[in-house]
């Protein structure tokens, strides 16, 4: 079955720090591949995304992702965390082709400590 | 700018009512998309739907329809509200991916918070 596994339901980093938020898949072949953010009562905003070509994406707000084919991995990685950074993460993936239905991990809730 | 509304951000119901959330695109996307987010569930997929009349079944769609008359537009509807519907509900939409074209991406509703009481 298609699977999207947040290891991680909750982080804290300090302010300044490096943040990797993980994410695995499960899927017959390589889907398409995304991070979303949700700030606290916002909707989803797109971070990223991966469709081909170079595993290392960059995103808007400092944060890139890597796509490791053989670990079926999408990690999402930034190198210093600013506060405004607390929020819910999801990792999200759809098939290539058909109609493109996205499936999403349970999400990791990031919190930033001063 | 890109826009997907959902008519309501929160609304309160009565066990039984019959319950429709609506939500539309000006994007001309051709997939529509109703989730549920619950806190530790993530988003769950109700259901999706790829064209105007046509529709598919998520992973939970059970106690939920769906319409789509008119390509802009996708409703939800709760036949008979029950307690356990209670949640945040958010559309999507995005464009179909063909073979040479590979923008997939969905955009989101601000979400509806439904509580039935």
């Known amino acids: 079955a298609q699977s999207v596994t947040q290891p991680d339901i909750h982080i804290t980093v300090s302010e300044g720090a490096s943040l990797e938020l993980r994410c695995n898949y499960s899927y017959g072949a390589t889907p398409y591949l995304f991070w979303y953010v949700q700030s606290p009562g916002q909707g989803l905003q797109l971070l990223l995304k991966y469709f081909s070509g170079d595993t290392l994406v960059q995103g808007i707000k400092g944060f890139e992702a890597e796509f490791k084919r053989s670990q079926s991995s999408f990690n999402l990685r930034k190198p210093s965390v600013h506060w405004s950074d607390a929020a819910e993460y999801f990792c999200a993936v759809a098939p290539r082709g058909g109609y493109n239905k996205l499936i999403f991990g349970a999400g990791t809730r990031l919190a930033v400590h001063p | ?117």
């Open chain 2, 1 to 117: 700018d890109v826009k997907v509304t959902q008519s309501s951000r929160y609304l309160v119901k009565r066990t039984g009512e019959k319950v429709f959330l609506e939500c539309v695109q000006d994007m001309d996307h051709e997939n529509m998309f109703w989730y549920r987010q619950d806190p530790g569930l993530g988003l769950r997929l109700i259901y999706f739907s790829y064209d105007v009349k046509m529709k598919e079944k998520g992973d939970i769609p059970e106690g939920y329809s769906v319409s789509r008359e008119k390509k802009e537009r996708f409703s939800l509807i709760l036949e008979s509200a029950s307690t356990n519907q209670t949640s945040m509900y958010l559309c999507a939409s995005s464009l179909l991916s063909r073979e040479d074209f590979w923008d997939t991406e969905a955009f989101f509703g601000q979400g509806t918070r439904l509580t039935v009481v």
